[in-house]
């Protein structure tokens, strides 16, 4: 994997959108800084919203040529920047849902963060639900029951669920590889169109300029 802040323009290479919400202090950031490979480390909430690109090949064993940029947003979940967070799951092919295990409020808020995502995606975006903190079990025991979010899985026809620890980094990189996949294989098509209309973009804003530095 590659991480960089820039999009690479690549027809082969196909851009994807994720988005990262949940409450405050579910861990979102550093579920984050483990897919980057990047050590586990005690943070301040996140303010507003921050994304880099992580950059896959061997996406597609039919195609070799194809790689996946994805566009990782991590955003806030305090109150005073819901709006902001709201704003940027608009054009997201994917969303992590994460809550706390050890929370049940971030549990009960989770039908909240399912509604803005339905409210300002598409119909076909992937959602996966996420419970963060698996390693506070044993310390301080479980607050939502693994069958509650079984159920609201199945409530609201989301793709798949996973418990995993941020800290421990346990089940972080094997959970986002069948979500990204799921994003490629089920959307590729869509992908394909937003990477041609990303490209074209990008190439008239340079023809544009150049004719204004020549000019």
Request: glycine share 4%; net charge neutral.
């Amino acid at each position: 994997m590659e991480i960089t802040r820039e999009y690479k323009q690549d027809d082969n290479n196909l851009l994807s959108k994720i988005v990262v919400i949940g409450d405050a202090n579910v861990g979102k950031t550093n579920i984050i800084r483990r897919i980057m490979g990047e050590d586990f480390r005690e943070m301040e909430a996140t303010i507003g919203v921050e994304f880099m690109y992580l950059n896959i090949k061997d996406i597609d064993k039919d195609d070799p040529s194809k790689s996946l940029s994805i566009q990782i947003w991590d955003t806030s979940g305090a109150e005073r920047y819901k709006a902001i967070t709201t704003s940027h799951i608009r054009g997201a092919d994917g969303a992590y849902i994460v809550y706390d295990i050890s929370n049940e409020s971030s549990f009960i808020n989770l039908k909240y963060w399912y509604n803005c995502i339905k409210d300002a995606a598409d119909n076909d975006i992937i959602i996966y639900l996420i419970g963060n903190k698996s390693d506070l079990i044993y310390e301080e025991g479980r607050a939502v029951k693994k069958m509650d979010a079984i159920d609201f899985v199945k409530k609201y026809n989301l793709q798949g669920y996973s418990e995993c620890s941020a800290k421990n980094n346990e089940n972080i990189q094997e959970t986002f590889k069948l979500f990204y996949t799921s994003i490629y294989h089920k959307n590729k098509k869509k992908l394909i169109e937003k990477t041609r209309n990303r490209n074209e973009f990008i190439t008239q804003k340079k023809e544009e300029n150049n004719l204004e530095k020549c000019c």
